[in-house]
């Protein structure tokens, strides 16, 4: 995708409008603050989209125990890892809450309770994406929890209820990673992709422009190779999110569709009518 292609599916946008809806493979922490091809991909997609009311994201970082949405003013940046330079853990995102938009939400759930969240803040699967993406920080965000515990279906249909956030200013973003196996990383530059890890996010890559999203719920039937690609589903819990947001007719657009440590795809994706 480029930016002509970006420019085109966004155009000026009026609040009546609806929101371009994304997926984002986030990756390794360090892209918060380096300038790479994935980061360099964020900066091109922020300066290109419309400007929203608030931005809500469905991050892989935040599993509950019920679903949560962070409903406050100002929320803190956490530095959710280890083992990473001193910058990174310096960084801070310090954009406002969307307490009124998350109250919104939790009223537009109305066949699974959300409870309002004020202890959690921005995980770094949704700050270190940000940072680049609207590196001003002046734009409200906040955060939908994952219940882990739930399947699949959960997830698909609870976004379905609060598709109508997409028409009152909000983009929403899922972020996580089409293939996310950490055991199989390679370090070495100019590692390949496994076969596995192409095949399978070739496979999902075909449904979602099929628009196949049943098939896309019941990924776990391609069996072994689902648990290659994701030995747990946190990073593949985002999308289940994005599919249930998205409104018929949209077309996804593909950009970093790319591999980092041979076991992360960095695939991600805009939806656009």
Do not use: C
């Not at 590196?135 to 379905?160: C, E, G, R, T």
């Amino acid at each position: 995708m480029n930016l002509f292609e970006l420019k085109k599916i966004t155009g000026e946008h009026k609040v009546s409008e609806r929101m371009p809806l994304m997926f984002i493979g986030h990756g390794n922490p360090m892209n918060a603050i380096e300038n790479n091809r994935f980061s360099t991909s964020w900066k091109e997609v922020g300066a290109k989209l419309p400007r929203p009311q608030a931005i809500l994201s469905v991050s892989a970082h935040w599993l509950t125990r019920g679903t949560r949405v962070l409903a406050v003013e100002h929320p803190r940046t956490i530095h959710d890892f280890g083992g990473f330079p001193q910058e990174l853990f310096a960084q801070q995102y310090p954009a406002p809450g969307a307490p009124e938009f998350a109250k919104e939400t939790q009223r537009l759930s109305t066949q699974q309770h959300i409870v309002l969240d004020d202890e959690w803040g921005f995980d770094h699967g949704t700050w270190s994406v940000l940072v680049q993406m609207f590196p001003k920080a002046d734009i409200p965000v906040y955060q939908l929890s994952i219940d882990y515990s739930k399947p699949m279906s959960y997830h698909f249909a609870l976004a379905q209820q609060l598709r109508t956030l997409r028409d009152k200013g909000v983009l929403v973003i899922g972020s996580g990673n089409i293939v996310h196996n950490l055991h199989a990383v390679n370090f070495q530059s100019n590692a390949k992709p496994y076969d596995w890890a192409l095949e399978f996010d070739s496979t999902i890559k075909q449904w979602i422009e099929k628009g196949d999203h049943q098939s896309i719920l019941n990924f776990q039937r391609l069996g072994a190779l689902a648990l290659q690609a994701h030995p747990t589903y946190d990073h593949f819990l985002p999308l289940m999110y994005v599919l249930g947001f998205y409104h018929s007719g949209e077309n996804p657009t593909f950009f970093n569709d790319d591999f980092d440590m041979s076991s992360v795809s960095m695939r991600s994706m805009i939806y656009h009518t």
